[in-house]
């Protein structure tokens, strides 16, 4: 893996339409510090890194090397109906434990 973070950091700050000045404000850092960063001098700590990615909403191996591909977020809310349609068969193990559980309880209080 060929390491790309200066020319991801660019592209980017270009997307987010972001200057050097307004990354190094987000970030707590001085403006030569990120000019150094872009320029391939330097590279960033693992906690300017992950706040590099909260900035730009993605990942450290996208912005390191430029894969996007090797981590795939998936969000999917679940409703009620999604959650039966797929765990239908839940039911039936609860209503199970209930019949056992009800009158095992309903006995000992008698």
Known sequence: MNVVFPERLKSYMQANHLSEMEVANKLSVSKPEVDNWEA???TPDLTNLINLTKVFNCTIDDLVFGSS???VKHTHSMNFWYFISHYW???FAFGGFLGWFVPAIVDVFK
């Open 89 to 91: 068969w839940l039911l």
């Open 69 to 71: 591909d090797v981590v």
């Open 40 to 42: 391939g001098v330097s």
